[in-house]
């Protein structure tokens, strides 16, 4: 339902005020690229010895579909609350800002809530946790935001 409400609202204005299919696609698919790589580049390089020292009891095989649709709603939510609403503002400096609020909001929701509920849970990935996710989306809001402003994809 969110997906459909944001196509609309994105592809459904005129020619002059706002952007079309192709533009937001194009946005979608950078918001998506810049994600994945530093997520992934986190997961598997900077933080992987974090995570498996400290939750190697309860790190099992990856599963992909609940990862994949994780990235999708996360996405969704970074486009709807965050990237449409600065390009419609035309402003890079409230991607930042409210891009890392988004972040800090949803891995606070999660890692607060395990801090709170598991027992023995790190404070330290907490922590960790907190810090990336704030980092992780302002910087993907704030570059989807500024290729589509280079790029005039409004």
């Known amino acids: 339902m969110v997906m459909i409400g944001l196509t609309y609202q ?4 005129n020619e002059t005020g706002g952007m079309i299919m192709i533009s937001w696609l194009k946005i979608v698919g950078v918001a998506a690229v810049s994600f ?8 598997l390089v900077v ?3 974090m995570y498996q020292q400290y939750l190697g009891n309860l790190m099992g095989q990856t599963r992909f579909g609940p990862a994949a649709i994780f ?3 996360y996405l969704l939510g970074i486009l709807f609350f965050i990237i449409n609403p600065a390009l419609e503002k ?3 400096l409230y991607a930042i800002a409210a891009g890392g609020f988004l972040g800090l909001l949803c891995y606070g929701t999660y890692d607060l809530t395990n801090l709170a509920t598991i027992a023995n849970w790190p404070i330290r990935v907490t922590v960790a946790d907190l810090i990336w996710g ?3 989306t302002a910087t993907v809001s704030g570059i989807t935001v500024f ?8």
């Open 134 to 136: 704030t980092f992780v």
């Open 147 to 154: 290729v589509a402003q280079h790029f005039n994809w409004r």
């Open 10 to 13: 994105l592809i459904n204005k």
């Open 36 to 43: 994945l790589a530093l997520d992934l580049f986190w997961l």
């Open 47 to 49: 933080a992987r010895k």
């Open 90 to 92: 035309n402003s890079l």
């Open 71 to 73: 990235y999708l709603i």
